[in-house]
């Protein structure tokens, strides 16, 4: 069974940074478009930002300038370095590995900012 170990989430006041890493198999990191996507109660589960293979990043436009995402292929870990955190931000973040055949996903960690 294929497992993601996320890290890093906490309680942060609003304008305050955090960085949320992610570790996962050698052998599905390295063929993965990785992603980070967060849940706030009660609403659906979105994309944050995402990177390909290749370093191609993607991101949601309420955390252009604010998110960093970046990977690091020789610790097969993806990191999410979040700076200017705003209350509207709280959310469990999950990380998912996706290779070309199904998608995998973290347990979550929590970020909560505080106004």
């Known amino acids: 069974q294929v497992q993601l170990a996320e890290s890093g989430g906490g309680l942060v006041q609003a304008g305050g940074s955090l960085r949320l890493s992610c570790a996962a198999p050698g052998s599905i990191f390295s063929i993965s478009t990785m992603g980070w996507y967060r849940q706030a109660p009660g609403k659906q589960r979105d994309l944050v930002a995402v990177?390909?293979?290749?370093?191609?990043?993607t991101y949601a436009d309420s955390v252009k300038g604010r998110f960093t995402i970046s990977r690091d292929n020789a610790k097969n870990t993806v990191f999410l370095r979040m700076n200017s955190l705003k209350p509207e931000d709280t959310a469990v973040y999950y990380c998912?590995?996706?290779?070309?055949?199904?998608?995998?996903w973290g347990q979550g960690t929590q970020v909560n900012v505080s106004s």
């Open positions: 998912k590995a996706r290779p070309s055949w199904r998608e995998y």
């Open positions: 990177i390909t293979v290749g370093g191609v990043t």
